[in-house]
T-cell receptor
Framework: EPEVTQTPSHQVTQMGQEVILRCVPI?????FYWYRQILGQKVEFLVS????????KSEIFDDQFSVERPDGSNFTLKIRSTKLEDSAMYFC?????????????FGPGTRLTVL | AQSVAQPEDQVNVAEGNPLTVKCTYS??????LFWYVQYPNRGLQFLLK??????LVKGSYGFEAEFNKSQTSFHLKKPSALVSDSALYFC??????????FGAGTRLTVKP
C-alpha cells in the first residue's frame, strides 16, 4: 500500500539554524500539507500546497517558514532560523484527486528538537 | 472559522465494553468530519469520514461515528473495545477550505 514517507525521523539543531524537513507524498496525489504537533498538544495546520503554490496557510506559518516541491516527488518544509518553540513533531500529508472529500494520508512525522 | 472540540482528554474503558469518544464541531457551512488515530511514535491514520448521506458512518477497525446535525456532534464509537484500540484519537473538520482543523485529541485507554 502506498504511503507518505518523511526524512529524517529525528532532527536536532541549534537555535538560529536552518532546517529542511523532507516528505515524499503518495505518487499520484496532488494536494500536500504540513502540520505540526507540539509534544502532548493538538495537531496544528501549517500550510497546504497545490499546483506548485501555497493554497492556504495558518498564522503559525510566518516568514520563517517556506515550502517547496523541488521535483516530482519531494515536498519540503524549510525553517530559516529555528527557535526553541519550533520544537515539535512535523507531519506531512497528501491527498489524491478524489475531489474535495478525499482523506489526507499522513507520514510518520519528523521530530524536530531545537536546542 | 471551523473548529472541533473534544471535551475529554482521557477515556478509560474495559476491554469488551462499548466505547465512545466525543467530538463537537463548529462550521459556517456544511461540515466534512474526520476521525484519525495516532499510535505512539506514529503518524495519524485515517479511520472514517462524514461527507453526506447516512448519519452513521462505518470505518476501519470496527469503528463507527454518528453525525448529529442538531447537536453538532460526531462521536466515535465501537461496540466492543480491544486493548489494541488504546491510542490518541483526533476529530477533524473541513468546511469548504482546503485545510483541516484538528481537535485537541482524546487518549483512549482500554484495560484488560
Amino acid at each position: 500500500e502506498p504511503e507518505v514517507t518523511q526524512t529524517p525521523s529525528h532532527q536536532v539543531t541549534q537555535m538560529g539554524q536552518e532546517v529542511i524537513l523532507r516528505c515524499v507524498p503518495i505518487s499520484n496525489h496532488l494536494y500536500f500539507y504540513w502540520y505540526r504537533q507540539i509534544l502532548g498538544q493538538k495537531v496544528e495546520f501549517l500550510v497546504s500546497f497545490y499546483n506548485n503554490e501555497i493554497s492556504e496557510k495558518s498564522e503559525i506559518f510566518d516568514d520563517q517558514f517556506s515550502v517547496e516541491r523541488p521535483d516530482g516527488s519531494n515536498f519540503t518544509l524549510k525553517i530559516r532560523s529555528t527557535k526553541l518553540e519550533d520544537s515539535a513533531m512535523y507531519f506531512c500529508a497528501s491527498r489524491g484527486d478524489r475531489g474535495f472529500f478525499g482523506e489526507q494520508f499522513f507520514g510518520p512525522g519528523t521530530r524536530l528538537t531545537v536546542l | 472559522a471551523q473548529s472541533v472540540a473534544q471535551p475529554e482528554d482521557q477515556v478509560n474503558v474495559a476491554e469488551g465494553n462499548p466505547l465512545t469518544v466525543k467530538c463537537t464541531y463548529s462550521v459556517s457551512g456544511n461540515p466534512y468530519l474526520f476521525w484519525y488515530v495516532q499510535y505512539p511514535n506514529r503518524g495519524l491514520q485515517f479511520l472514517l469520514k462524514y461527507i453526506t448521506g447516512d448519519n452513521l458512518v462505518k470505518g476501519s477497525y470496527g469503528f463507527e461515528a454518528e453525525f448529529n446535525k442538531s447537536q453538532t456532534s460526531f462521536h466515535l464509537k465501537k461496540p466492543s473495545a480491544l486493548v489494541s484500540d488504546s491510542a490518541l484519537y483526533f476529530c477533524a473538520v473541513r468546511d469548504g477550505n482546503n485545510d483541516m482543523r484538528f481537535g485537541a485529541g482524546t487518549r483512549l485507554t482500554v484495560k484488560p
